[in-house]
């Protein structure tokens, strides 16, 4: 089954950035042309849509919290979705995960997450 691969969490402390990645695990289509979804997940809390990006990169949304700092983009070459995220700050702290569909309106692949930890 497809299943997507995040990368890219990391430690860090606040005020830097990191980028994270999103591939599809099997090559059998590209992940560009699905419409990708950026979720963050705190134990506890529940799990928060922070960035969509449409297929092909036509446009992206992102929840207020973080409007400014994450930008959400497509690498077409190697066939990743990545979330740029700047100016870290501890309430960033979560688990990040990717997730596509078809469309905007339902995402159907996950990853298994990313950890990334930010320090003040």
């Known amino acids: 089954q497809v299943e997507l691969v995040e990368s890219g969490g990391g430690s860090v402390q606040a005020g830097e950035s990191l980028r994270l990645s999103c591939a599809a695990s099997?090559?059998?289509?590209?992940?560009?042309?699905?419409?990708v979804a950026w979720f963050r997940q705190v134990p506890g809390k529940e799990r928060e849509r922070v960035a969509v990006i449409t297929p092909s990169g036509d446009a992206t949304y992102y929840v207020d919290s973080v409007k400014g700092r994450f930008t959400a983009y497509q690498d077409n070459v190697e066939h990743t979705v990545s979330l740029q995220i700047d100016t870290l700050a501890p309430e960033d702290t979560a688990i990040y995960y990717c997730a596509a569909g078809l469309n905007c309106e339902r995402f159907t692949i996950w990853g298994q997450g990313t950890q990334v930890t930010v320090s003040s």
């Open positions: 099997r090559h059998i289509y590209s992940i560009t042309r699905l419409c």
